[in-house]
């Protein structure tokens, strides 16, 4: 009951999401980094879909960084899932072909170097006349949000 009480103290938090510059959209939340992460993982995972690539853009941004001359550390921890919905993609794609290049779909989980909160973050899809695929990118948005939630 203890493990549970803890467990429900660290992601029955309050989160709030917001639009940050029009092109993200972003969650925050206390806790651990590596357990809102897992969560993350874990309400992908659990919608049936498969990552297909975990970009480590932290320690990417740390080497590369001292190649470049840079000293700033922009992230403490970071990573982007990379996945896909067979579903919602096959709409997408229907409703425009051209639509392609928003796959796979990227959301990100990150720390900032002095700040407590874990941030979840994905790309904002474009606004769109066509209304199927205005329809279908609002799948899209969906379903990320939703795996969001999950996660917190």
Excluded at 10 to 25: D, K, N, R
Excluded at 52 to 75: C, F, P, W
Excluded at 118 to 129: E, L, N
Aim: glycine residues 6%.
């Amino acid at each position: 009951m203890k493990k549970f009480l803890a467990l429900c103290a660290l992601f029955c938090l309050p989160f709030s999401a917001l639009a940050a510059e029009g092109y993200t959209v972003l969650f925050k939340t206390q806790g651990a980094y590596q357990d809102v992460r897992d969560s993350l993982q874990m309400a992908i995972e659990g919608k049936g879909l498969k990552i297909t690539s975990t970009n480590h853009i932290a320690e990417m941004l740390d080497r590369t960084g001292k190649d470049l001359g840079a000293t700033r550390q922009v992230y403490e921890n970071a990573e982007q899932f990379e996945f896909c919905s067979a579903t919602v993609s096959r709409h997408m794609m229907e409703a425009d072909p051209h639509a392609i290049v928003m796959c796979p779909y990227n959301v990100a989980v990150y720390t900032i170097p002095g700040d407590k909160t874990v941030y979840i973050a994905y790309r904002k899809p474009a606004a769109a006349k066509n209304p199927a695929l205005k329809k279908a990118l609002g799948e899209v948005e969906k379903l990320l949000t939703e795996i969001i939630q999950d996660a917190l």
